[in-house]
């Protein structure tokens, strides 16, 4: 079984720039795919990144395509967030996932496994 843990959220203004961590810990397979989605009040949640572990393949929503950057350090068992130019529509509960069932880069939220509790992040206008 694999935890993850997010921290990093906060309360920023438009244009500023957070980073988001998720610390996975039990047992960890090289193949998984790790992502970032976020849920916004009132609205579902929704597919914000990823990546695979193994190879470092990369896969972002059309949202936050040039704006978000997510990276991995297999070492420290840690993927990020770097989230720039953030805008209110950002504003949502922030998760990471695991799965260690699909070949390819899943972009629902059921087909991941594991999930961490959240982090919030805030942008004000």
């Known amino acids: 079984q694999v935890q993850l843990v997010e921290s990093g959220g906060g309360l920023v203004q438009a244009g500023e720039s957070l980073r988001l961590s998720c610390v996975s810990s039990?047992?960890?397979?090289?193949?998984?795919?790790m992502a970032w989605f976020r849920q916004a009040p009132g609205k579902e949640r929704e597919f914000v990144a990823a990546?695979?572990?193994?190879?470092?393949?990369?896969l972002y929503a059309d949202s936050v395509k040039d704006r978000f950057t997510i990276s991995r350090d297999n070492a420290k068992s840690t993927v990020y967030l770097q989230m720039n130019s953030l805008k209110p529509e950002d504003t949502a509960i922030y998760y990471c996932?695991?799965?260690?069932?699909?070949?390819?880069?899943?972009?629902?939220?059921?087909?991941?496994?594991?999930w961490g509790p959240g982090t919030q992040v805030t942008v004000s206008s």
């Open positions: 996932a695991a799965d260690h069932l699909s070949s390819e880069i899943p972009t629902m939220d059921r087909s991941y496994e594991e």
């Open positions: 039990g047992r960890i397979f090289h193949s998984y795919t």
């Open positions: 990546i695979k572990l193994i190879g470092g393949n990369t």
